[in-house]
């Protein structure tokens, strides 16, 4: 349900403004609307022309680039991207070597995202138009070394949207349900309330938060 509605919020169309949600919240995303096909009626390869094809005549196919591509959600939104798109216009990225199967299912490459450089050749040389920025370290590892925690939550943040904003990329970041924090109200939890989180993960995202709303009113 949660990649659904994720799938569903940040890529149905190009003109999605910041707003602040309880669990799942995001910054900036303006996606093209979802072409829906069927492989069933043709082969795979029929299909994938096809797809091309209709896209092309409607609309241009976003190129979409997903950073911290191995983690929780990256392949599972990739396999919904890439079926909803064309295969190849769906790039995962990652720092650690990537599995066969991940390898067969559609582009991959290296990158860092604290190497401004190297996902700067990597947005110019593929031509992208979507960032989907998941690359962050989790509360586990996070409150084990908050350092490093602090300049991948962080530095690799201000690295993504300096480069959406250089190159007018449509960008989505999600937050967390650990930006709240126990002094929050719950049951429900307002959009706007007190954030006041007990881990740098929790912490990197109100401060991802915050850069958010500075992007869109400096936008606006």
């Given amino acids: 349900m949660l990649l659904q509605n994720l799938t569903r919020n940040a890529l149905r169309h190009y003109n999605v403004r910041c707003?602040?949600?309880?669990?799942?919240?995001?910054?900036?995303?303006?996606c093209n609307r979802l072409y829906s096909g069927g492989p069933q009626l043709f082969g795979q390869n029929q299909v994938n022309e096809n797809?091309?094809?209709?896209?092309?005549?409607?609309?241009?196919?976003?190129?979409?680039?997903?950073?911290?591509?191995?983690?929780?959600?990256?392949?599972?939104?990739?396999?919904k991207l890439r079926a909803k798109y064309y295969p190849e216009s769906v790039i995962l990225s990652d720092i650690v070597k990537p599995s066969k199967e991940i390898l067969?299912?559609?582009?991959?490459m290296y990158a860092d995202i604290l190497d401004f450089k190297n996902l700067q050749e990597l947005i110019?040389?593929?031509?992208?138009?979507?960032?989907?920025?998941?690359?962050?370290?989790?509360?586990?590892?996070?409150?084990?070394?908050?350092?490093?925690?602090?300049r991948v939550n962080i530095e690799g943040l201000h690295n993504v949207l300096e480069l959406a904003k250089q190159y007018q990329l449509k960008l989505f970041v999600p937050s967390t349900i650990g930006a709240f924090g126990p002094?929050?109200?719950?049951?429900?939890?307002?959009?706007?309330?007190?954030?006041?989180?007990?881990?740098?993960?929790?912490v990197s995202k109100v401060?991802?938060?915050?850069?958010?709303?500075?992007c869109i009113f400096s936008i606006a």
Wanted: hydrophobic share 35%; proline share 7%; net charge positive.
């Fill in 183 to 202: 002094d929050s109200p719950r049951n429900p939890t307002p959009d706007i309330t007190i954030q006041r989180p007990r881990t740098i993960y929790g």
């Fill in 51 to 79: 797809k091309q094809e209709v896209l092309s005549q409607s609309q241009e196919i976003p190129r979409i680039l997903i950073t911290g591509g191995l983690g929780q959600l990256g392949s599972m939104l990739a396999r």
């Fill in 124 to 150: 110019v040389n593929q031509q992208i138009d979507v960032l989907i920025h998941f690359s962050a370290l989790l509360s586990a590892v996070g409150e084990q070394n908050i350092p490093l925690a602090m």
């Fill in 19 to 30: 707003n602040r949600l309880n669990a799942l919240r995001h910054y900036y995303v303006r």
């Fill in 104 to 108: 067969k299912s559609g582009p991959y």
């Fill in 207 to 214: 401060h991802g938060e915050l850069m958010g709303e500075v």
